[in-house]
């Protein structure tokens, strides 16, 4: 058994990849052309070859020109089905991709944007990613698929080809094009899944904000549409003759320090989950902190949506314990 025939599907097509364009990843959108996409007959297509030959062969054979004439119309459509396959990729654009951040070892959702020039449907395109496949809808030019991809490492998460194919319209030919975007996406640490609570505050714990489900109130205001009924304050409302609400106040308590120097009894990644774990719990209470990591300016004290992921986009990339030890 020669080494080619010994190839595994896998290793056969990952060697095609390395021949196929693009040879290096490109930055998005990209513009498919007609020397980027490969044909080549699906299953099907090779039987249906086989069945033409056997057809024209006994046409000739009984000379029997209606089932000769049957087999060059069948074999035309089937080339004009290789044509249009083809062009169901020619033209089609690969605009960006996105994807919103997740801790390691969950299911990352990518979006892929397509877009396509007016006038030519475009039907049945699929793209892949690794082991990821979704369909690629185009509606009046325009369109995305989600493929879920798996993630298993904090850090930046480098994509492989995307592969656009297509075996449209009579499936007995496969087009595909590669797209190799330079756009790495970033995957969160993931957080400790047991640990110790939420390291004392520090600075002023006296300071409140307003908040609708506070405990003291803080001073009565005009009626708002939107406000619930149960705030409403109705014997200030009768003396005043309009709608009063009350306003309540709840203590925010003080800032939590989040420091790398601290966790210095566990090893190196140990302090990184559980470092994301703390930035997860300071936002479900609504605290204010401050996370300090060697060689980097202290993030905060903060709180909300930018500031995690400020500070869970700096853990992620903290270099790996062989990095360090090298």
């Given at each position: 058994m020669s080494a080619t025939s010994a190839m595994s599907p896998r290793?056969?097509?990952?060697?095609?990849?390395?021949?196929?364009?693009?040879?290096?990843?490109?930055?998005?959108?990209?513009?498919?052309?007609?020397?980027?996409?490969?044909?080549?007959?699906?299953?099907?297509?090779?039987?249906?070859?086989?069945?033409?030959?056997?057809?024209?062969?006994?046409?000739?054979?009984?000379?029997?020109?209606?089932?000769?004439?049957?087999?060059?119309?069948?074999?035309?459509?089937a080339n004009a089905s290789l044509?249009?396959?083809?062009?169901?990729?020619?033209?089609?654009?690969?605009?960006?991709?996105?994807?919103?951040?997740?801790?390691?070892?969950?299911?990352?959702?990518?979006?892929?944007?397509?877009?396509?020039?007016p006038g030519r449907n475009r039907r049945g395109l699929r793209v892949r990613c690794g082991d990821a496949d979704a369909v690629l809808s185009l509606e009046e030019g325009t369109g995305q698929a989600v493929l879920a991809l798996p993630t298993l490492q904090r850090g930046w998460l480098e994509l492989s080809r995307l592969r656009i194919s297509t075996t449209r319209p009579l499936g007995l030919a496969v087009a595909w094009a590669y797209v190799w975007p330079d756009a790495p996406l970033l995957v969160y640490p993931a957080p400790e899944a047991h640990g110790p609570p939420l390291p004392q505050g520090i600075g002023d714990a006296s300071v409140a904000r307003l908040h609708p489900a506070g405990d003291d109130v803080h001073h009565l205001r005009a009626y708002r549409r939107g406000d619930p009924r149960r705030a409403i304050a109705w014997k200030p409302s009768a003396r005043r003759d309009s709608l009063l609400v009350r306003e309540y106040e709840q203590p925010l308590g003080?800032?939590?320090?989040?420091?790398?120097?601290?966790?210095?009894?566990?090893?190196?990644?140990?302090?990184?989950?559980?470092?994301?774990?703390?930035?997860?719990?300071?936002?479900?209470?609504?605290?204010?902190?401050?996370?300090?990591?060697?060689?980097q300016p202290p993030l905060g004290p903060a709180s909300g949506a930018q500031h995690r992921h400020a500070c869970l986009r700096a853990l992620a990339l903290l270099p790996r314990l062989e990095q360090v030890d090298g």
């Open positions: 290793r056969l097509r990952t060697r095609f990849e390395s021949w196929a364009r693009p040879r290096q990843p490109e930055t998005l959108p990209v513009r498919i052309d007609r020397r980027r996409v490969y044909v080549l007959p699906t299953r099907f297509g090779l039987f249906f070859a086989l069945l033409l030959a056997a057809m024209g062969l006994g046409a000739l054979n009984y000379n029997n020109n209606p089932a000769l004439l049957l087999v060059l119309l069948l074999a035309g459509a044509l249009v396959a083809h062009l169901q990729l020619t033209g089609l654009q690969i605009g960006a991709i996105g994807a919103e951040p997740v801790p390691a070892g969950s299911v990352m959702s990518l979006r892929v944007h397509a877009r396509a020039a003080a800032d939590v320090l989040l420091d790398w120097q601290q966790l210095s009894g566990i090893g190196h990644e140990a302090r990184i989950r559980r470092l994301a774990r703390w930035v997860d719990e300071a936002e479900r209470q609504s605290r204010r902190y401050r996370l300090e990591l060697p060689g």
